[in-house]
């Protein structure tokens, strides 16, 4: 049967069975996906499945005749053979082809997706309960640059950005409910992009159905994958490994342009960068720490503080009237940039903020909810925490 | 020795609570397991309810997430720890030393204790979920460090639960082995013994294997959460991965653990109803003993995802896909059984029936999913909660069901009502399928397992399988109703009330004697 046939069966048996959805393509098996490794897994998926419904219909088709002709009702009188050398051969040794067959034809996929060399690009991709953080990583050239200050390395967190009222029903929900971040993984299309995986705290999984991608992103280890896009688009997936409350809301979405438009990108993101590291040494006010904490709050924090300071105690303690932060601000910094010693769920974020955000968040936390101690956290006062340790 | 010259029917079972609680009967122990797994299965069940429920539509309706993912980690752990292990184990009570001639088990203090410790077990397993910090919340199979640095604080109480089930399974199969090596009646020969005693004795040999390696890994969890040592953290020189190794060494085998008496009871069934021989008795036996062995060297395939070594991925991917020919040997078994026989479709016969088919319907997606390329697809998606589902749910479940249909005559005395059986049967079947079929279609569309929420275009099959859950799960209080019906009302059962049942069980009356095969039977 040729690929559109099965598709178009596919599609009619969808059909039949369900009403159909507003929102995305209704699907009933694993997407072709856009890589030449996620086609060639998609044929190997049919073909194991075709070879699944030949044998289930020769088996179950001799079951049911005998259960329709062979019945007591019918006057059927049981024969009296139970054994047979040659028969029991021949069942042993047909399916043993079968799946040495399909051995054979799976080792030459495995094997190309095992080969991860003469990569243009590497991605670092690191879980955190519960966002991903992407680290584009420089080649010797581009670290002298960066040595020299005229290159910044990339690097950013991806949120989960549906709004809690989508979730808790309140509002209507969008189209990529819980399958959309604030900042997508950009990728050129056409050049073999190598991932290394590693994860913060617990075990994650980064997937992408599109790219036939799925790689365990596990503490203390470094993992390896690649990929190579062939078509541009926006590909969602999410995390597989069980990693906490947060687990069905950290997706990975990929966008996947040109390598005209990734190179711009990337300039963008040069730019971005510069900002944010001027924005350590840059005057703050009052007001822009506040609105600025809260903005970061809300992405890093409100998951498990929530947003009203409350927290989920005792995992994830209260805020609002909390020792911390109403006590004194070294305190304060230290959990924040270090982590807690006690609680391993609150994570160090030293390496994973700026100083900006991390005063911005300080600040925030310091006189939001009604913990008005009227305290003011700069950059300076987080990079002068940070070098006197 | 001396010939002890008394005969034990003269008294029957003591009165009251003290019969069971210091019963060493195996009827009577082998009840005991069966209600209890009854109870289980219907708590299981009711957590899988509250899964369902949330699960019914997109958003986060009933529970938040914390919660849910203590539901799915304890309905995960009390069906297989608490539902379909002593199932069989009760199964194997009353029935092995029935089917082989033996008066009683080998050691029947030791199953006392086996089953007594148990209920200690689960209750203390259920009380974490009104702990502060919850239940455990990190899955059945509990990866590190998940479950270790970042588990609530009722997991040490988790790991004393696991203790105890893994030390009341090893005395159980202790039992099982040491009462058919030394208890078979004479002339009962190896190769006599019908097929349930011998899955059940190459099962105790899984048992006895493997259940001190989770005792071992539930021992170092409890070191890495007090005492300070690092078995599953990269910073103090461990590994996650090392966790996944030795739970999967388990877990593996326990998967096998959970449907090879299944095969038994179905080998017993299908012939009787048949009212022909099993076809290829020899084979049978031998499919069994490769399957158990094969099932100790395919665990990795848990873990295609975790960055095994390519050569890795092949030996695992190729050990696995083996496992498809003894399994299939024994499908092919199956039909062949029936193929020119004289069937009837009681009850049980209709759950066998359908065990064939569905159980064969889960291992063609296990032989998907043991190809390591697309399991990249299918890892930790509904893909695999579907195909775990088919081979437990319509196998071992169904199995234990047409069990219960089978000998409850034996087990009672009484008949139960045919039409309500077939009834129940239909409803199970049906429910069983729209639950579990359509999460084989989310699965390959992209949602992970272990989700409460999940993305829109989901919705409409998350829909159909909860309908389909709440469907079964109300099915199962009928099969409820049916087994308190036989036993208070059902009609009065000959003690062979199938007209192709073979082997000694039916040679004793119904309901059997509280002592049966004082003299040992002559096997011809």
New interface residues.
Partial sequence: MSARMQKSALAVLATYL??P???????????EGVTRISE??YS??ML??WV?VV??II??G??FY??IK????KG?????????LK??IL??AI??LI?FA??YR??F???K??DYDDSALTVEIVGYQWKWRYSYLMDDAAKEDSAQGTQFPVSFFSNLITPES????TEA?G?????EVDEPLVLPVGSKVRFILTSA???H?W?V?QL?????A????V??AWTLIEKPGTY??????????????MPVVVQAVSQTEFDQWMLGKQDEARQKASLNVKTWTMGELMETGERAYNTYCAACHQANGEG?P??FPALKNSAIALGPVEAHLDIVINGSRVN??MAAFGAQLSAAEIAAIITYERNAWGNNTGDMVTPQDVSNFGSSQ | MTTLDHDHSDHGPAKGLSRWLFSTNHKDIGTLYLWFSLSMFFLGGLFAMVIRAELFQPGLQLVQPEFFNQMTTMHGLIMVFGAVMPAFVGLANWMIPLMIGAPDMALPRMNNLSFWILPFAFAMLVSTLFMEGGAPDFGWTFYAPLSTTYAPPSVTFFIFAVHIMGASSIMGAINVIATILNMRAPGMTWMKMPLFVWTWLITAFLLIAVMPVLAGVVTMMLMDIHFGTSFFSAAGGGSPLLFQHLFWFFGHPEVYIMILPAFGVVSAIIPAFARKKLFGYHSMVWATASIAVLSFIVWAHHMFTVGIPFAGELFFMASTMLIAVPTGVKVFNWVATMFHGSMTFETPMLFAIAFVVLFTIGGFSGLMLAVAPADFQYHDTYFVVAHFHYVLVPGAVFSIIAATYYWLPKWCGRMYNETLGKTHFWLSFIGVNVTFFPQHFIGLAGMPRRIPDYAVQFADFNMVSSIGAFFFGSSQLLFLFIIIHTIVAGKKAEAKPWEGAEGLEWTVPSPAPHHTFETPPDVK
């Fill in positions: 369900c009403a959805n507003l929102f995305a393509e209704f699907r009933v098996n694993m997407p060639e897994v190997l998926h194991v499945f699944c044998i289930a088996v179950f001799l079951m005998a259960i062979h019945r007591k009702s059927a009188v049981a024969k009296n053979f139970h054994e047979s028969v029991e069942w042993t399916p043993a799946v399909l051995g799976a080792f996929t495995l094997e997706m095992y989508q979730i808790n029903n929900k189209e990529h409910y819980l399958l705290d617990v075990i999984s997937w159905p036939s991608v799925k790689k365990d596990i503490p203390g280890i993992n390896e969602r997936g999410q995390c597989t490994e069980l990693c906490g409350k947060g687990h069905g809301f989920l005792p995992a391993p769920a």
